[in-house]
């Protein structure tokens, strides 16, 4: 099993539409969760960190659940530029500091 | 503007030679990872390193290995070049507690 999974996608969604991403994360010594994004060809990017009580930027939202062992995105009003892929990422603290990445979620928005 | 830098942006080699890719950050980070990126695959750790001369095996490290000798470059060698090592590959830094940030990646074809 994978110790990080994502859906791959893609998701094809209309501007203005709500859609979510999840991540399922194997390994209950993970301690840090992060979604980055990369656009074609280029390298990827933090989008936003997650934390335990959930947090908001702009319209982009993350959970975590903890028990679940699970992390989500959700992007409200999507807009064309927000085209990319979406990588899950796992910070693992057990005996040294690894990132662990999804395979990330690619996301389509048309107009 | 914080910056990590990979030596080359494209590279092409023939099968069996010894391929040296470089990384350099700036922000004094601990932690250094290369990792290769393939179509549906995702991004696989390849080695990581958590300090000067200090190494670790990532998921995939067979046909390579890295040198750490200063803190900020962190290089990637593969031995002995085969196609199937024709990839992307991507080098990032990061300290405890704050975002990764990767170089520009460098594709590599192995003819």
């Known amino acids: 099993r994978k110790e990080v999974e994502q859906d791959p996608g893609p998701f094809n969604v209309p501007e203005g539409a709500t859609v979510a991403f999840n991540c399922t994360y194997s390994?209950?010594?993970?301690?840090?969760f992060f979604w980055y994004r990369q656009d074609c060809r280029k390298e990827p990017k933090l989008l936003m960190s997650?934390?335990?009580s959930g947090n908001e930027d702009g319209r982009f939202t993350a959970q975590l659940n903890r028990a679940s062992q699970y992390i989500s995105l959700l992007i409200r009003d999507s807009k064309l530029s927000d085209s990319a892929t979406y990588l899950c990422?796992?910070?693992?603290?057990?005996?040294?500091?690894?990132?662990?990445f999804g395979s990330g979620t690619r996301l389509l928005v048309r107009p | 503007d914080v910056k990590v830098t990979q030596s080359s942006r494209y590279l092409v080699k023939r099968t069996g030679e010894k391929v040296f890719l470089e990384c350099v950050q700036d922000?004094?980070?601990?932690?250094m990872f290369w990792y290769r990126q393939d179509p549906g695959l995702g991004l696989r750790l390849i080695y990581f390193?958590?300090?000067?001369?200090?190494?670790e095996k990532g998921d995939i490290p067979e046909g390579y290995s890295v040198s750490r000798e200063k803190k900020e470059r962190f290089s990637l060698i593969l031995e002995s070049a085969s196609t199937n090592q024709t990839s992307m590959y991507l080098c990032a830094s990061w300290a405890s507690n704050t975002e990764a940030f990767f170089g520009q990646g460098t594709r590599l074809t192995v003819v």
């Open positions: 990422v796992v910070n693992l603290m057990d005996s040294s500091y690894k990132l662990i």
């Open positions: 997650v934390y335990s």
């Open positions: 922000m004094d980070h601990e932690n």
């Open positions: 390193s958590y300090d000067v001369k200090m190494k």
């Open positions: 390994n209950s010594a993970s301690q840090s």
